[in-house]
């Protein structure tokens, strides 16, 4: 799988937040996207995965040199970000299974083993609306990682993780995902990202006349 930025632009109001970027994103390869809070990454994030259409420009997805059409993207791409929201009246359990329906997950995984992989079984059958964000922060990246795609998406995925987590953030990316097309975005936290191989800054969409939030 690889992805093709091309030209890619977005503005809100008259102001533009990205403005002809473009960038080619290798097969099985990891990349970081480093800047601030209003820098732009998120939304460049959004815009590759599909969950925002840019303003100008457009993104490619190839596998094997063909094209993939765009209604079909979503099934390549698993995304985890603080800000996607979790269905709170369901159990841990019960997610895991709800989005197992929709994608399974790597080496045929069932819900249950999911569910130890994530550490989350003391709260196998808790509501989500009683989670902490560190819990529920868990609970999205174990079902990103372990996702059966191509692309991972990951949007600060530290966030509300304590030092544990975190070591558990790591050894699940160098486990699960370390032959996917990776693409982190990160406030230059490198424990975020050490495994990126490439980096992309902020600074450069600036110096491509890309103005930030």
């Known amino acids: 799988m690889e992805i093709i930025a091309q030209g890619v632009g977005k503005k809100f109001g008259n102001e533009w937040i990205i403005k002809n970027f ?84 790597v080496n045929q995984l069932s819900a249950t083993e999911v569910l130890e992989l994530s550490g989350l079984q003391h709260a196998a059958h808790k509501e989500l609306k009683v989670f902490s964000s560190g819990m529920k922060q868990r609970l999205k990246l174990t079902l990103a990682i372990l996702s059966n795609c191509k692309v991972l998406l990951l949007d600060e995925p530290c966030a509300n993780l304590d030092a544990k987590a975190i070591d558990w953030y790591q050894q699940m990316i160098e486990t699960y995902a370390s032959t996917k097309l990776m693409l982190v975005c990160s406030n230059h936290l490198t424990y975020e990202y050490e495994f990126c191989k490439e980096q992309i800054n902020t600074e450069t969409f600036k110096s491509n006349n890309v103005i930030g939030e």
Do not use: W
């Not at 820098?39 to 063909?66: A, C, D, E, N, R």
């Open 22 to 105: 473009n960038h080619h994103f290798e097969e099985h390869k990891a990349c970081v996207i480093l800047g601030g809070n209003g820098s732009g990454k998120s939304t460049l994030l959004k815009i590759i995965s599909g969950f925002m259409q840019p303003g100008s420009g457009s993104i490619i997805y190839k596998h094997q040199q063909v094209e993939i059409d765009k209604e079909n993207i979503h099934r390549e791409v698993s995304y985890a970000a603080p800000y996607l929201e979790l269905i709170e009246e369901f159990t841990c359990l019960e997610s895991i299974l709800f989005h197992q329906k929709f994608k399974p997950f």
